[in-house]
């Protein structure tokens, strides 16, 4: 890790805000280049923390990047995991506020709804089969 915990707090309050205020930011890197994935994680617990004291529910869990393809694009080598709170769900039929929004996409997804957890390293296909409750687009 190459950030000070001091910092990382900092950047999580501002990406936090940001969200908070759908006000675009430049790149973080861009002020820090030497972050690795470790910081970027640790800020994104810390944004989680304090999603999380302010009231809101973890609502699930996510991976991105996960296409060879787009990995190659973006120069990663491994897909990225980050975390969804409750105030991301839309009900069944409900309207998604786009002016709540930065860079509004729209993106397939499929969710596996899981009967228990799983842990990893060695998590394989079988595992998480047997975990799944059920899956949904």
Known sequence: MK??????????????NCQLQVKDTPKITDDHP????????AIQAAILARKQA??????????GLTS???MKQMGVSSPVFGFMTDDYLVPHGGEVKTSEL????????????LKKALRGPGCHMGTVLAATDFVLP
């Open 3 to 16: 950030l000070n915990p001091t910092t990382i707090a900092a950047l999580a309050e501002h990406l936090e």
């Open 34 to 41: 030497d972050m690795d994935w470790e910081d970027s994680y």
């Open 54 to 63: 302010s009231g809101l529910k973890l609502a699930g869990l996510k991976a």
């Open 68 to 70: 060879f393809a787009k």
């Open 102 to 113: 930065i860079h509004p996409k729209v993106e397939p997804e499929i969710a596996f709804v």
